[in-house]
């Protein structure tokens, strides 16, 4: 009966994981596709002001959502 039981929590915690996967992934393409697309992308920065990101940093976020979509979808 313990067996069972960690076993079932086991499958609990191993769909959560998958749950989470499929979510980072799905978000990953997103922005990906926005990054992509050319549209202008802005932040909040420390002060609380809106600045936009350049060539760099979209660079970097492309690398980064590639990074996730490689790791969360599979």
């Not at 990953?28 to 990101?53: D, K, M, Y």
């Not at 492309?62 to 996730?68: E, G, I, L, P, S």
């Amino acid at each position: 009966a313990a067996d069972q039981e960690q076993q079932a929590k086991a499958r609990a915690e191993e769909e959560k994981g998958n749950a989470q996967r499929a979510e980072n992934c799905r978000r990953a393409r997103s922005h990906l596709q926005a990054l992509e697309s050319g549209q202008r992308i802005a932040r909040i920065n420390e002060r609380g002001e809106r600045e936009f990101i350049d060539d760099k940093a979209r660079a970097d976020e492309v690398r980064q959502a590639n990074d996730t979509i490689a790791s969360d979808c599979r």
